[in-house]
Nanobody, 129 residues
Framework: QVQLVESGGGLVQAGDSLRLSCAASGRTFSSYAMGWFRQAPGKEREFVAALRWSSKNIYYTYYADSVKGRFTISSDNAKNTVYLQMNRLKPEDTAVYYC???????????????????WGQGTQVTVSS
């Protein structure tokens, strides 16, 4: 079992930056694929970014088109933490952001959120115009 706890959300202005953190406990997650999703009011949960390990210190990253070039997903295995650095935030980025873990480690984009086994409680990000 893996427990995920997000932090770092808040209220910012358009153009600002935020860094979200997702701390994992219970088991080390170095072999898991990790992802970030978000859900805005009245909308479905959508994919933001994912990370899949290739070897011990190398991973591949994947991004939604809407955040590519602005957001960066990264991992610090020593801290069992995955991050989402969000730059040049826009009002349309406003949502609850969720961290998720895929125990298979493979990350299959076609599965979307159903490919992830563990979820955090979410952290609110609000971007004002």
């Amino acid at each position: 079992q893996v427990q995920l706890v997000e932090s770092g959300g808040g209220l910012v202005q358009a153009g600002d930056s935020l860094r979200l953190s997702c701390a994992a406990s219970g088991r080390t997650f170095s072999s898991y694929a990790m992802g970030w999703f978000r859900q805005a009011p009245g909308k479905e949960r959508e994919f933001v970014a994912a990370l899949r390990w290739s070897s011990k210190n190398i991973y591949y990253t994947y991004y939604a088109d809407s955040v590519k070039g602005r957001f960066t997903i990264s991992s610090d295995n020593a801290k069992n933490t995955v991050y989402l650095q969000m730059n040049r935030l826009k009002p349309e980025d406003t949502a609850v952001y969720y961290c998720a873990a895929d125990r298979s480690g493979t990350y299959n984009p076609s599965k979307g959120s159903t490919g992830f086994d563990y979820w955090g409680q979410g952290t609110q990000v609000t971007v004002s115009s």
